[in-house]
């Protein structure tokens, strides 16, 4: 593949227009990624004073790895604005993009994986905004979503259909060989289906409904679990896991999910069950930031109603209300 620095330029300077469109980009996708792990209760997975299922990460961990790759976001994003060649040639610059960073997430966490698969996406999504900001549907995330998917054309075919299945090394193309799934590599060579039919509208009807916002993300996230075959479920539990997850998930959907106290309740249940069978539903987390990021990329903010609203418990630390400064 090539890396050339071409890939890179354009005839055109990049102007102060530019730069700022692209500063909002890297910010909007950084965001998502900070309010996935941010959010609470979710089963199985880092959250603020929880590990979830997991033993090697904490809320801080994440943090220290979405500082270290925060900068590839926006590098993704100037790479796709700068792009004036076919589509699906910018995927080799995205992707030494993400090998760079790579390295420095692994090496502010010590070897521990929190976010390699939150920055394919991520990566990739910053870079499909950028490129999309220069064509006449903008920043909409139907446009981001289509442009993700011309820039990952033949992706899936490449890199597991006409692989020798013997050769399956990475867990994406062992989990393809064996229980034919696509994993990450087909959602987003599809364009984000699960965040476009699923995650988005999911979140936007709990937003407009006036909903605060950490209820939005956690229901759009057990809705996400429902409805995507999560490959970092199905590695960990194997297909009866997966199959468990799914089930948990719309019976919590069927209480009300995280915009009711009862199914809050039974979230919060599941996430006991996935810590003791170790499961984690990692792909839905990383489509959640995907979610959260391409609101802001098509909205630039949450609305006020979200900003207000908790459910954290009144305490000396949580008042009751709005304070003098805004609460």
């Known amino acids: 593949m090539d890396f050339s620095p071409d890939l890179f330029s354009r005839p055109t300077a990049i102007s102060e227009g530019t730069e700022s469109t692209i500063r909002e980009i890297g910010s909007a996708v950084l965001t998502g990624l900070l309010l996935e792990v941010s959010a609470w209760p979710k089963p199985g997975l880092v959250a603020p004073r929880a590990m979830g299922a997991h033993r090697d990460m904490d809320l801080q961990t994440f943090i220290l790895s979405s500082a270290a790759i925060a900068p590839a976001l926006y590098d993704c994003a100037r790479a796709g604005f700068a792009h004036a060649e076919a589509p699906e040639t910018l995927l ?44 006449e549907g903008g920043l909409t995330a139907d446009a981001v979503f289509a442009m993700t ?23 994406g193309e062992i989990l393809y060989r064996d229980y034919g799934v696509l994993g990450i590599r087909g959602e987003v060579e599809a364009g984000f ?36 075959e999560d490959t970092t479920i199905l590695w960990r539990g194997g297909p009866d896991g997966l199959a468990f997850l799914q089930g948990e998930a719309v019976r919590i959907l069927n209480l009300g999910g995280a915009l009711g106290e009862a199914g809050r309740a039974e979230i919060e249940g599941l996430n006991a069950v996935c810590v003791e069978r170790r499961l984690s539903p990692g792909g839905a987390a990383d ?15 949450f609305p006020e109603s979200a900003m207000i609203k908790s459910h954290l418990p009144e305490g000396p630390f949580c008042p009751p209300g709005p304070g003098p400064h805004g609460g």
């Open 149 to 171: 998917a011309r820039i990952t054309h033949g992706l899936t075919d490449r890199e597991l259909v006409s692989r020798d299945p013997a050769c399956a090394k990475s867990n």
């Open 193 to 228: 289906p699960s965040v476009a039919f699923h995650g988005l509208p999911t979140l936007r009807t709990a937003l407009a409904e006036g909903h605060g916002l950490n209820d939005a993300l956690v229901h759009t996230l057990m809705v996400l679990i429902a409805e995507t």
């Open 92 to 135: 080799p610059a995205i992707r030494a993009i993400g090998r760079d960073f790579d390295r420095r997430l692994l090496f502010a966490t010590h070897g521990v994986n929190t976010q390699r698969g939150a920055l394919f996406c991520a990566g990739l999504l910053a870079a499909a905004a950028g490129a999309a900001a220069q064509e």
């Open 287 to 301: 489509l959640l930031a995907v979610t959260a990021a391409a609101y802001l990329l098509e909205n630039r903010r």
